[in-house]
T-cell receptor
Framework: DAKTTQPNSMESNEEEPVHLPCNHS???????IHWYRQLPSQGPEYVIH???SNVNNRMASLAIAEDRKSSTLILHRATLRDAAVYYC???????????FGKGTRLSVIA | EAQVTQNPRYLITVTGKKLTVTCSQN?????MSWYRQDPGLGLRQIYY???????DKGDVPEGYKVSRKEKRNFPLILESPSPNQTSLYFC?????????????FGAGSRLTVL
């Protein structure tokens, strides 16, 4: 079973910030939080990941709660190209395969 | 350019006709895996490999075989395809299986079994 919980869908207006939440209440101390997204008719692509501290890259920011039981992917200015399914996944250092949940389908309105 | 290449991208076949979907990567990654994606079910892992000659079952391995004879290739074999294997298949790789390592996915192979 997926170890993360995300809303099924969200909607945003173009050029506004989007906050995509993810709950992972059973996260272990060695689990990294990864976000991937899947654009229509494409394979999933990496967005961002982090362990404890907030992270920024050219695509997005990742805000991790102090207790690590939740995180938020932040797209600072949504564009139409950001319409996709966003997956929040936990990765550990062991041999456990990745488990993808159903993700959040983000719609961006022009 | 770093990439994961899957072939074929599209295939229509008939029940029982053996087929192989190839996956090749040029990043010297140790970890490779196969997923299938079906409407309403999301991505489910079929098999994975942590290195050459090491393969393990994922969540839905029935009806599939894999092999990892060399690091760059990880073919998915359907010995006797059935209609319930109609799906979109993705190969994914990462340097090793570990928390900080990022997965790179192929573009997908859409398989239809009649």
């Amino acid at each position: 079973d997926a170890k993360t919980t995300q809303p099924n869908s969200m909607e945003s207006n173009e050029e506004e910030p989007v906050h995509l939440p993810c709950n992972h209440s059973t996260i272990s101390g060695t689990d990294y939080i990864h976000w991937y997204r899947q654009l229509p008719s494409q394979g999933p692509e990496y967005v961002i990941h982090g362990l404890t501290s907030n992270v920024n890259n050219r695509m997005a920011s990742l805000a991790i709660a102090e207790d690590r039981k939740s995180s938020t992917l932040i797209l600072h200015r949504a564009t139409l190209r950001d319409a996709a399914v966003y997956y929040c996944i936990l990765r550990d250092w062991g041999n456990t395969p990745l488990v993808f949940g159903k993700g959040t389908r983000l719609s961006v309105i022009a | 350019e770093a990439q994961v290449t899957q072939n074929p991208r599209y295939l229509i076949t008939v029940t029982g006709k053996k087929l192989t979907v190839t996956c090749s990567q040029n990043m010297n990654h140790e970890y490779m895996s196969w997923y299938r994606q079906d409407p309403g079910l999301g991505l489910r892992q079929i098999y994975y490999s942590m290195n050459v000659e090491v393969t393990d079952k994922g969540d839905v391995p029935e009806g599939y075989k894999v092999s990892r004879k060399e690091k760059r290739n990880f073919p998915l074999i359907l010995e006797s395809p059935s209609p319930n294997q109609t799906s979109l298949y993705f190969c994914a790789t990462s340097p090793i299986l570990g928390g900080a390592n990022v997965l790179t996915f192929g573009a997908g192979s859409r398989l239809t079994v009649l």
